[in-house]
C-alpha cells in the first residue's frame, strides 16, 4: 500500500454548517489527496450533491445521539490506516496532508501525529492567543525540543496541565487498537481518548508548523459548552483524574477564569 492510500478524511457533519463547502474545498484542494468521507446523523438537503460536487462519500447514521457517537462512526468509514478528523468548520492548508504522511512515513510507531494550527474569527487569523500560547508552552514542555516522543510518562506530562493537543490537527492510526472516544462526554473526549493512547505503546508525533486553521464561533459546540459550563465540569474531572484533589480545582479554576477572558475579546 503506497502513501496516497493510507490516509482518509473524515468528516463528521452535524445539521447545515455554513463552513462545510469551505472545509471540503481545502480536503479536495491538498497537494497530496486523500479520500474524503462526510458522516453524519443530521443530513440536510443539499448535502449529497455538495458530497457529489468534492468527491467524498457520504455515510448517513443514527441515531443522533452526540459527538463521541459522530466521531466514533466517521472513523469506522476509513478504510486506511490512517484517519484525521476533519472538523466540519476548519481549514487544512494545502500542504497537511502530505507533511502529515511524511512524517508517518519518518516515525513508522507514531500512533498520533498533530500540526500546528491557527485560529480563524470572522475572516482573519490569529496565531497567538493567551490560549494558543499556554497550550503551544505545553506542547513543547511535552516535547522539549524533539519531534516525536514514545515513553508513557512523557506523553502523560503532555497532557497533566491541559489538553495541549489540537484535536481537528491530529490524524490517527486505525490499523490497530483503534481508538474509541467516550460516548458520554461533550467535550473533553479529545483529552480523555489521548490519555488513554498514552498509555499504549507508539509515538506521539508533532509538526510544529501551522497547518490547518480552527474556526472560533458562537455557534460552535465548544463556544456552547463552555456558556453552559460543560468545559469547566469536564475539565474538573479530568484534572482529578491527573492531579490530588486541591491542584485539580486549582487548574480547573484557572481554565474557567481563561474562558471568561477569551470571551469577552
Given at each position: 500500500?503506497?502513501?496516497?492510500?493510507?490516509?482518509?478524511f473524515?468528516?463528521?457533519?452535524?445539521?447545515?454548517?455554513?463552513?462545510?463547502?469551505?472545509?471540503?474545498?481545502?480536503?479536495?484542494?491538498?497537494?497530496?489527496p486523500?479520500?474524503?468521507?462526510?458522516?453524519?446523523?443530521?443530513?440536510?438537503?443539499?448535502?449529497?450533491?455538495?458530497?457529489?460536487?468534492?468527491?467524498?462519500?457520504?455515510?448517513?447514521?443514527?441515531?443522533?445521539?452526540?459527538?463521541?457517537?459522530?466521531?466514533?462512526?466517521?472513523?469506522?468509514?476509513?478504510?486506511?490506516?490512517?484517519?484525521?478528523?476533519?472538523?466540519?468548520?476548519?481549514?487544512?492548508?494545502?500542504?497537511?496532508?502530505?507533511?502529515?504522511?511524511?512524517?508517518?512515513?519518518?516515525?513508522?510507531?507514531?500512533?498520533?501525529v498533530?500540526?500546528?494550527?491557527?485560529?480563524?474569527?470572522g475572516?482573519?487569523?490569529?496565531?497567538?492567543?493567551?490560549?494558543?500560547?499556554?497550550?503551544?508552552?505545553?506542547?513543547?514542555?511535552?516535547?522539549?525540543?524533539?519531534?516525536?516522543?514514545?515513553?508513557?510518562?512523557?506523553?502523560?506530562?503532555?497532557?497533566?496541565?491541559?489538553?495541549?493537543?489540537?484535536?481537528?490537527?491530529?490524524?490517527?492510526?486505525?490499523?490497530?487498537?483503534?481508538?474509541?472516544?467516550?460516548?458520554?462526554?461533550?467535550?473533553?473526549?479529545?483529552?480523555?481518548?489521548?490519555?488513554?493512547?498514552?498509555?499504549?505503546?507508539?509515538?506521539?508525533?508533532?509538526?510544529?508548523?501551522?497547518?490547518?486553521?480552527?474556526?472560533?464561533?458562537?455557534?460552535?459546540?465548544?463556544?456552547?459548552?463552555?456558556?453552559?459550563?460543560?468545559?469547566?465540569?469536564?475539565?474538573?474531572?479530568?484534572?482529578?483524574?491527573?492531579?490530588?484533589?486541591?491542584?485539580a480545582h486549582?487548574?480547573?479554576?484557572?481554565?474557567?477564569?481563561?474562558?471568561?477572558?477569551e470571551?469577552?475579546?
Amino acid at each position: 500500500m503506497t502513501l496516497r492510500n493510507q490516509h482518509t478524511f473524515v468528516v463528521p457533519a452535524y445539521r447545515q454548517s455554513p463552513h462545510l463547502r469551505d472545509c471540503l474545498a481545502s480536503l479536495r484542494g491538498q497537494t497530496f489527496p486523500s479520500p474524503i468521507v462526510i458522516s453524519t446523523s443530521t443530513p440536510f438537503p443539499g448535502l449529497e450533491a455538495l458530497a457529489m460536487e468534492y468527491g467524498a462519500g457520504l455515510a448517513i447514521h443514527s441515531p443522533n445521539v452526540g459527538i463521541g457517537h459522530d466521531w466514533n462512526h466517521a472513523l469506522s468509514q476509513a478504510q486506511t490506516d490512517w484517519a484525521t478528523i476533519a472538523h466540519q468548520d476548519d481549514i487544512y492548508l494545502p500542504t497537511f496532508a502530505e507533511k502529515t504522511l511524511a512524517a508517518v512515513s519518518k516515525h513508522p510507531d507514531a500512533r498520533l501525529v498533530m500540526t500546528g494550527y491557527g485560529e480563524l474569527v470572522g475572516g482573519q487569523v490569529r496565531s497567538l492567543t493567551p490560549m494558543l500560547f499556554i497550550k503551544h508552552l505545553l506542547l513543547e514542555l511535552g516535547f522539549l525540543g524533539r519531534s516525536s516522543i514514545a515513553a508513557t510518562k512523557a506523553k502523560r506530562r503532555l497532557l497533566r496541565f491541559g489538553c495541549a493537543i489540537p484535536c481537528p490537527s491530529v490524524t490517527l492510526r486505525l490499523s490497530s487498537e483503534p481508538l474509541r472516544f467516550r460516548e458520554d462526554l461533550k467535550l473533553n473526549l479529545d483529552w480523555d481518548a489521548w490519555l488513554r493512547l498514552a498509555g499504549r505503546e507508539g509515538e506521539f508525533v508533532w509538526i510544529r508548523e501551522t497547518l490547518m486553521l480552527h474556526r472560533i464561533h458562537t455557534g460552535s459546540e465548544t463556544s456552547n459548552g463552555i456558556r453552559a459550563g460543560v468545559r469547566s465540569r469536564e475539565d474538573l474531572m479530568m484534572f482529578r483524574a491527573l492531579w490530588a484533589r486541591p491542584i485539580a480545582h486549582l487548574l480547573a479554576r484557572i481554565y474557567a477564569l481563561s474562558y471568561e477572558r477569551e470571551s469577552k475579546q
